[in-house]
Every structure is written in structure tokens, then in C-alpha cells.
Nanobody
Framework: QVQLVESGGGLVQPGGSLRLSCAAS????????MGWYRQTPGNQRELVAT???????NTADSVKGRFTISRDNAKSTVYLQMNSLKLEDTAVYYC?????????????????WGQGTQVTVSS
């Protein structure tokens, strides 16, 4: 009951920038952590960055100093600002959200994924 829709992907030249957005809908008030993951053909999905409801972030070493994750809780949206893009950043980027709701005694925890947005870095 949480839907995630990514946008902002596209073709960009090396060294360029791109900003991804992920808008959540449905049971948005239940969302706690959110994040971005990416996947290339033949490889498993890898974590790019995560952010808690209060804004605490964690970023993969491969993108530190280049990518910045942020969120706007009022808009139920998480962003990924990607700067100094490299060829290796080419992948399908997926938005992820953790939904936590229910009573304190036995709360639910569910994972949700967006459909993915293609980011292609090419000259």
C-alpha cells in the first residue's frame, strides 16, 4: 500500500549531473527509511544511498562526494542528486522505502520498490 514512482533518469555525459526523484503515495505516513539502489545487467542490485525519516544518510563509497540523497517528508519524496557522473554509474536506479505501521506490539515492516529509472552515462 505504498507506491513509489521514480523520475529524472536519462542520458548524460560523463561529468554531468542528474537529479532523480521518487514520489511515494498510499500509506506514506508509515514510511520510515528510504533509499536508492541501482542494478546493471548481470549484477545484483546494490545500495547507493539511504536516508532516515529524520535525515540521517548513508552513502556507498563508490558515490561518496558525488551523490547526495535527500527527502521532503511533506511531499513524500526522496531525491538523489548525482554529480560528476561516471560511465560506471550507468544503471537502472530503484527507489526503496521501508514501511512501518501498526501497534507498538507487533508492528509491521514492509519493503517497497519503484519500477526503476534508467540512468545512462555516455559520451
Amino acid at each position: 500500500q505504498v507506491q513509489l514512482v521514480e523520475s529524472g533518469g536519462g542520458l548524460v555525459q560523463p561529468g554531468g549531473s542528474l537529479r532523480l526523484s521518487c514520489a511515494a503515495s498510499g500509506r506514506v505516513r508509515s514510511i520510515s527509511d528510504m533509499g536508492w539502489y541501482r542494478q546493471t545487467p548481470g549484477n545484483q542490485r546494490e545500495l547507493v544511498a539511504t536516508i532516515t525519516r529524520r535525515g540521517i544518510t548513508n552513502t556507498a563509497d563508490s558515490v561518496k562526494g558525488r551523490f547526495t540523497i535527500s527527502r521532503d517528508n511533506a511531499k513524500s519524496t526522496v531525491y538523489l542528486q548525482m554529480n560528476s557522473l561516471k560511465l560506471e554509474d550507468t544503471a537502472v536506479y530503484y527507489c526503496h522505502a521501508v514501511s512501518e505501521y501498526g501497534p507498538v506490539e507487533g508492528p509491521r515492516r514492509d519493503d517497497y520498490w519503484g519500477q526503476g529509472t534508467q540512468v545512462t552515462v555516455s559520451s
